[in-house]
């Protein structure tokens, strides 16, 4: 199987981001502390999140390697969400890999995705270095 993941490449910050995608004006960001646990990444926040119904988002980038020095990569339906290429538009799907109805939901989440990996790029995180997102809403 894959090597366990190297939890000095756990960097906040650098690594890992924790975003509050609605900050109120004066609302601190996110703190948290980063570890693996049962072969996974764990973002722990450190702090309360804002409770009001704001959306956050967990970016793990591909500083993140194994013990074996093996840079994490995004799984396919990652990679196709974070890419600038239309999925589906209204034809066949543009993947052939991907049926009309997968690529239809595909292209749904990655207009939704658009806006934040805009914003991770203005922050210097480039769409290709992301090795996985999502998003959650307190």
Request: net charge negative; glycine share 6%.
């Amino acid at each position: 199987g894959p090597a366990p993941i190297d939890p000095a490449t756990l960097v906040p910050d650098r690594s890992l981001f924790f975003l509050n995608l609605d900050p109120t004006a004066g609302a601190p960001a996110p703190e948290y502390t980063a570890t693996t646990a049962f072969d996974q990444i764990a973002l722990v926040p450190t702090a309360p999140l804002q409770s009001d119904q704001d959306r956050y988002a967990v970016v793990i980038s591909n500083q993140v390697a194994d013990t074996n020095g093996q840079a994490l990569l995004p799984p396919a339906p990652v990679w196709l969400l974070l890419g600038p290429d239309v999925l589906f538009d209204g034809t066949p799907s543009t993947v052939s890999a991907l049926s009309d109805a997968q690529a239809q939901q595909l292209e749904a989440l990655r207009l939704a995705d658009q806006p934040l990996v805009q914003k991770l790029s203005a922050l210097g995180l480039a769409r290709t270095a992301i090795a996985g997102l999502w998003t959650f809403t307190t």
